[in-house]
């Protein structure tokens, strides 16, 4: 069954946005299926970019269709805007065109590697801590 990163949290409209009151996390089962694991963590993982990207278009005065327009791939409106609210997994090609057209935008390893850990419930939410997420019990395969 495919999946988009967004069916790892409820609601699903929380994906990638912090002007939320709650975002529940889903993790699967850490020792059932490892594909499984994986793409709840790529899930995770795309949620803390799409933050981070928001944030530093924010602080720039950039609008989506501002990203939209740096990046000169076909239908790049619709991509960004599946990609930034989780319908659609980004991939490589975002990723390094992220990185080319707004620079200083992704997060870091350790942040994302955090993030992760709130999402999984292996890490506490700290009290600093500045975005919506809690993590449910392991239940979802």
Same mark, same amino acid.
């Given at each position: 069954?495919?999946?988009?990163? +967004? /069916?790892?949290? $409820?609601?699903? &409209?929380?994906?990638?946005?912090?002007?939320?009151?709650? #975002?529940?996390? *889903?993790?699967?089962?850490?020792?059932?299926?490892?594909?499984?694991?994986?793409?709840?963590?790529a899930?995770?993982m795309?949620?803390?970019?799409?933050?981070?990207?928001?944030?530093?278009?924010?602080?720039?005065?950039?609008?989506?269709?501002?990203?939209?327009? +740096? /990046?000169?791939? $076909?239908?790049? &409106?619709?991509?960004?805007?599946?990609?930034?609210?989780? #319908?659609?997994? *980004?991939?490589?090609?975002?990723?390094?065109?992220?990185?080319?057209?707004?620079?200083?935008?992704?997060?870091?390893?350790?942040?994302?590697?955090?993030?992760?850990?709130?999402?999984?419930?292996?890490?506490?939410?700290?009290?600093?801590?500045?975005?919506?997420?809690?993590?449910?019990p392991?239940?979802? &395969?």
């Amino acid at each position: 069954m495919a999946s988009q990163p +967004r /069916d790892w949290c $409820s609601p699903k &409209t929380s994906f990638g946005r912090r002007d939320v009151n709650e #975002r529940v996390w *889903l993790p699967p089962d850490p020792n059932g299926e490892p594909l499984a694991v994986s793409k709840f963590r790529a899930a995770v993982m795309q949620n803390a970019i799409v933050l981070a990207v928001r944030e530093h278009k924010t602080l720039q005065g950039l609008p989506q269709e501002g990203l939209a327009r +740096r /990046d000169l791939r $076909s239908d790049s &409106t619709n991509m960004w805007n599946a990609r930034l609210c989780g #319908r659609a997994n *980004l991939t490589a090609q975002d990723i390094v065109t992220l990185m080319m057209v707004l620079p200083g935008a992704m997060p870091t390893e350790e942040s994302i590697r955090f993030f992760i850990e709130v999402a999984e419930g292996t890490k506490a939410r700290p009290k600093f801590w500045d975005f919506p997420d809690t993590s449910a019990p392991a239940t979802r &395969t």
